[in-house]
């Protein structure tokens, strides 16, 4: 057969006539460079983008590929392969090329530097982003490329011999590197996931326009920004009209037109400083939706720190309220606030039942105009070398990302962070709102001696007099120990407790929640992250109850309650712990001020428990707490004194750069020579790595989990109720899996590797998981 009769083809497959199609390599090369130059014009980088495009899958014209793909489909099977291991490589052609073509138009040194450019983005667009030097398990560029420099050459010249290749393979390089990006060290490595997710998100869409037409049509249809505003607006109008008018509520109006004046500023940081109750999640979506539209930005992204807040902010932005109750008198009366079809939610607890399948293809490049996630999945995707997680990257540009609780940032992280959301700002045209009642000191220079290093820069404030709204909402008389030296034990704790009707104790382990709880009259509820999820909610949900309609209730919790949880106790104790944490729990107290009608103010009752916090950052923030609190006196939660807690906290801190970004993504980033591999196994802002998940027996309120388990053990798992077994999982240390593995307690052998509890004494409904979170002995709590 002649060359130009051979039919070079990307993908195959039968159509609902039982006839094939062939998807044309010519044609996938071509959409994808269009594509993935469409998504790059957005940060001036089309050249770039189009050109990975064009070569990503040059090696696709191999002929070892081409009876790959024809055997593998059924296309031809008659197709005789000769490789070794399976699916031929094609992704190294083109990795390969983009070292020659640069070396070629500029010189050996420089084009071996700029040529690693693509080569990391074409090689890695399946696998992930490579090392440079072989410091991860394999797969590193050097290696993958130079390692067998005849054969992959043999490759490229086999490729060159293809008439059909050729516009691909002499299309022009790029000028250069983008306008401001030159020098900027810290920002590169960035600059490349960038085109990296537009061209994976690229061939993934136009992979999936040919293999499920159907599946891509339900992609992108949303209400743009304008349209979201005037929803908002109309919400907005029906609320306050409707709302008693009193001090707090017009507290809350002033916040929101404030948000509103400050949004036609320049784009850049933003802090939102406002105490809590101050409607913060609200009036934090003004700014970022007139900022939008008056800038011309695409998306809002609002990014918090735990899952049970997401799910109840997602509700806010959707329906008006997180009160089931509220959400269906909402809906009846077509007074939601976005709706369903133009928020998307992205965490693990979605519900299978209520998820739209549009809704969970949008998970996969954040194509929705409004965005609530976590911190976990937005750095943790900045900073990835994967696929999956980078395709996103590319549609966080222009935005307004919005870090809802922004103390929680995780110290130890915070050089990367904040470099990473530097770079956004600086070279991305992202907008960054810093959103808390504690705003943490992230100007100027953080941490001392050898850890310091630079923060942000040009932090505007939305609020112009923050102190002047702390005294507004002033709704709790924070109370000190007279000797911040003396711990009071737990019988004492729990004698004062029992004098209160409605009160809440939040504590900073789960072994002293489980402790105090134990001296507890019976009725008293337990809340920590040792119970599942299924039941935490219930239990949050039970807690609103009983207090809107005037129940004694007693609560023992972790800090798990603390940012975003909408309860309101009119008595909350809080142990000892830093000052954002004690703040938070104080938001949780008259946090409606109810009491300020009765000329009265919640009671917030600080005491320092039997033993200190665990070593670490808990046990530096309680010692920074002490430096600064005045022991017998009152404390005023101002901005001033969180500024000044935190300058005292960081100091403290020994190393604000746990992963290496430095060492692995800043050091040799002129030379563009990454260990993209390797920091994303060192940045992990929650150790997945030494935790494992077991499905617990316990009866929700839709859902029984045993019922669940045998579903799974007799069918075998998928998507929807993998999602529902979610609900049911809790994570412990490896050690502690493990030895419960050993002793019979959990079981995965019948439930395809999903491990299961499989006796009864495991899991207590109304404490949770029995074991000591400091177990390393053979018992378990009984």
């Not at 002033?254 to 948000?259: F, M, R, V, Y």
């Not at 089931?324 to 809906?331: E, F, M, S, W």
């Not at 992250?529 to 609560?555: F, N, P, Q, W, Y």
């Amino acid at each position: 057969m002649a060359e130009n009769d051979i039919k070079y083809i990307a993908h195959a497959k039968k159509d609902s006539n039982d006839e094939w199609r062939e998807h044309l390599l010519t044609e996938h090369l071509a959409e994808t460079a269009r594509l993935s130059g469409e998504f790059a014009q957005v940060f001036g980088n089309s050249d770039w983008a189009e050109l990975a495009g064009y070569w990503h899958d040059l090696g696709k014209y191999l002929p070892e590929w081409q009876k790959y793909i024809r055997k593998q489909t059924g296309y031809d099977i008659e197709a005789h392969i000769e490789t070794i291991g399976g699916r031929p490589n094609h992704s190294t052609a083109g990795a390969v090329l983009s070292f020659q073509r640069f070396i070629e138009a500029l010189n050996p040194e420089c084009g071996l530097s700029i040529g690693r450019i693509l080569s990391y983005i074409i090689s890695g667009h399946h696998a992930g982003l490579p090392d440079w030097y072989p410091d991860y398990a394999g797969g590193d560029l050097q290696n993958r490329v130079f390692l067998h420099n005849e054969l992959r050459l043999n490759e490229l010249n086999k490729i060159k011999d293809i008439e059909e290749s050729l516009e691909f393979l002499n299309r022009p390089l790029p000028s250069g590197l983008p306008v401001g990006m030159k020098g900027k060290k810290e920002a590169l490595h960035l600059w490349i996931r960038m085109l990296f997710s537009c061209l994976v998100d690229a061939d993934y869409l136009n992979t999936e326009l040919f293999m499920k037409p159907q599946q891509s049509e339900l992609r992108g249809n949303y209400p743009d920004i304008n349209e979201l505003k005037r929803r908002f607006d109309r919400f907005i109008n029906y609320k306050q009209e409707s709302s008693e008018d009193n001090t707090i509520n017009r507290q809350r109006n002033a916040i929101l037109s404030s948000c509103r004046d400050k949004a036609s500023l320049a784009p850049g940081f933003f802090s939102l400083n406002v105490p809590t109750g101050g409607g913060k999640t609200l009036s934090s979506m003004a700014f970022a939706l007139e900022h939008a539209v008056k800038h011309d930005k695409k998306r809002i992204i609002m990014a918090i720190p735990y899952t049970s807040i997401i799910e109840q902010t997602a509700k806010v932005y959707k329906y008006g309220t997180d009160n089931d109750k509220d959400i269906k008198k909402n809906i009846n009366s077509g007074r939601t606030l976005f709706g369903e079809d133009a928020v998307l939610e992205h965490h693990s607890n979605i519900d299978p039942d209520k998820e739209s399948y549009a809704s969970s293809l949008a998970t996969e490049n954040w194509d929705a105009p409004i965005i609530v996630t976590t911190n976990v999945q937005l750095f943790e995707s900045l900073f990835s070398c994967k696929p999956s997680d980078c395709r996103k990257l590319h549609n966080i540009v222009n935005s307004v990302i919005i870090l809802d609780e922004a103390q929680m940032l995780p110290p130890e992280y915070l050089k990367p962070v904040l470099s990473g959301l530097r770079t956004l700002v600086e070279h991305f045209g992202v907008t960054v709102v810093l959103c808390t009642a504690t705003q943490p000191a992230l100007e100027g220079t953080i941490g001392s001696q050898l850890a310091a290093f630079e923060g942000l820069k040009n932090v505007a404030s939305i609020i112009e007099s923050p102190d002047e709204l702390v005294a507004d909402f002033k709704r709790v008389n924070i109370i000190l120990p007279d000797d911040l030296t003396v711990r009071s034990p737990w019988n004492e704790i729990a004698d004062e407790l029992m004098s209160y009707e409605q009160v809440m104790c939040v504590v900073n382990t789960r072994r002293d929640c489980r402790e105090l709880h134990s001296l507890m009259p019976e009725g008293t509820i337990h809340l920590s992250a040792l119970m599942c999820g299924e039941e935490r909610s219930g239990i949050i949900s039970r807690i609103k109850t009983d207090i809107e309609e005037g129940k004694a209730i007693r609560v023992i919790s972790t800090q798990l309650v603390e940012a975003g949880v909408d309860i309101d106790f009119p008595v909350v104790y809080r142990a000892l712990a830093g000052m954002d944490s004690i703040a938070q729990a104080a938001g949780r107290c008259n946090r409606e001020g109810k009491l300020n009608k009765k000329g009265k103010l919640g009671k917030v009752v600080v005491f320092n428990p039997p033993k200190a916090a665990p070593p670490g950052l808990l046990r530096k923030a309680e010692d920074a707490s002490k430096n600064l609190l005045k022991p017998g006196r009152g404390i005023s939660l101002s901005p001033e004194l969180f500024k000044e807690y935190f300058k005292v906290f960081y100091s403290s801190v020994n190393d604000f750069d746990k992963s290496k970004f430095i060492e692995k993504l800043v050091t040799e980033a002129c030379e563009f020579k990454f260990q993209f591999r390797t920091f994303t196994q060192n940045f992990k802002l929650i150790d997945d790595q030494k935790q494992k998940g077991i499905i617990v027996w316990y009866e929700g309120e839709r859902y029984d989990s045993q019922d669940l388990i045998e579903e799974l053990r007799k069918s075998g798992p998928d998507y929807k109720l993998l999602r529902k077994l979610q609900r049911f999982t809790i994570n412990i240390p490896e050690r502690i899996f493990y030895k419960l593995l050993e002793d019979g307690f959990i079981n995965d052998t019948e439930t395809h590797g999903y491990a299961v509890q499989c006796r009864q004494e495991l899991y207590q409904p109304g404490v949770g998981l029995m074991y000591d979170p400091a177990w390393d002995s053979s018992s378990l709590v009984y």
